[in-house]
């Protein structure tokens, strides 16, 4: 996980430098449109924030406080991006303009499993999927070894994803099945789902790709 830097002057610089990175690079990092949308708004509220917090003839108790309330979803959004980088895409330039550090310790770094979940989902509710997942290499219900849970993406309607930024993030579970709703007005949409295994240092590779359609 990233370093933010303590001083506020230096975050200030961190903040609009990051997001550019970011937004350069949004494609290969795999940033979903909606976390790259709420990484653009909270800059630009911290942008209007922290000059008014910082400036004697316009600093009150107010706008202090909000300024941190700011700081404290910047760099949220950040971590949640952060969190969901594959580490296998990090390059040094990566590492060093964002301040992430490599994952390590004398504990080690657990292996991501060599397999992926394999999705299926019943779509017979109404208005209702239940989701289910077998590991691809044992053919198990269960979370193979080194596998905290199972991460979930989706896209309700329009047409097939093609990449991470597709998609939002549904979930992550640690068993299986999970029953997700929708509402009334989703009904007769596709949805398209990806799962991957992920643990505290890594994340996996996808699985096949599955849909159900929304029941009314």
């Given amino acids: 996980m990233a370093f933010f830097a303590k001083k506020e002057s230096l975050l200030n610089i961190y903040f ?7 937004l350069t690079n949004i494609t290969r990092l795999g940033v979903s449109l909606a976390n790259k949308a709420t990484m653009i708004a909270e800059l630009a509220n911290w ?38 980088f594959l580490t296998s895409v990090l390059t ?9 550090p490599v994952v390590g310790g004398v504990h080690g770094i657990m292996a991501i499993p060599n397999s992926e979940p394999e999705g299926s989902v019943d779509d017979s509710y109404r208005l209702a999927h239940k989701i289910s997942y077998l590991d691809s290499v044992s053919g198990k219900k269960g979370k193979p070894h080194g596998a905290t849970g199972c991460e979930i993406w989706h896209k309700i309607g329009g047409v097939a994803p093609v990449s991470i930024g597709d998609l939002t993030f549904l979930d992550t579970i640690t068993k299986s099945p999970l029953m997700i709703s929708f509402e009334g007005t ?14 505290k240092s890594a994340k996996g590779n996808w699985g096949t790709e599955f849909n159900g359609t929304i029941l009314p």
């Fill in 16 to 22: 609009a430098v990051a997001v550019a990175y970011i």
């Fill in 47 to 84: 942008n209007n924030l922290y000059p008014l917090a910082t400036t004697a003839a316009t600093s009150t108790a107010a706008n202090v406080k909000d300024k941190n309330i700011s700081k404290g979803k910047m760099k949220a959004i950040l971590r949640l991006i952060f969190g969901d």
């Fill in 92 to 100: 040094s330039t990566d590492r060093i303009t964002l301040n992430i």
């Fill in 186 to 199: 989703q009904a007769g949409l596709k949805v398209w789902y990806w799962m991957r295994w992920i643990n």
